[in-house]
């Protein structure tokens, strides 16, 4: 299942969508216990499914836009918010040094 796809999907298509996965996962488990599965990593692509989709339909709960050039612009506006603190900070310090040196100066004149 791919993430684009269900993020296609409305709410009540993401929960019939999890049911049946869910579904299948029962019967999987099934087939487990009676000795008949014949790719036991079958349950966890379906686990992985499932969270996928509760994932996608909590994202469209809080109104999450994830499409991919939304977070390419996060990621750019989270680098310039990088750039900017690290920016600030540098000016803080020395800021804070040329304080200290003029509060020196002003010591050794008394």
Known sequence: MKAS?????SRSELETKI????????NLKFQKASGQLDNPMKIKSYKKDVAL???????QELGINTDKKSEKSLKSARAKKVVEVKAKAKNDVAKTKAVKITA???KSKE
Request: no cysteine; proline share 0%.
């Open 5 to 9: 796809e269900l993020r296609e999907l």
């Open 19 to 26: 049911s049946e996965v869910k579904k299948n996962m029962f």
């Open 53 to 59: 989709i509760e994932t996608i339909a909590r994202e």
């Open 104 to 106: 020196k100066k002003a």
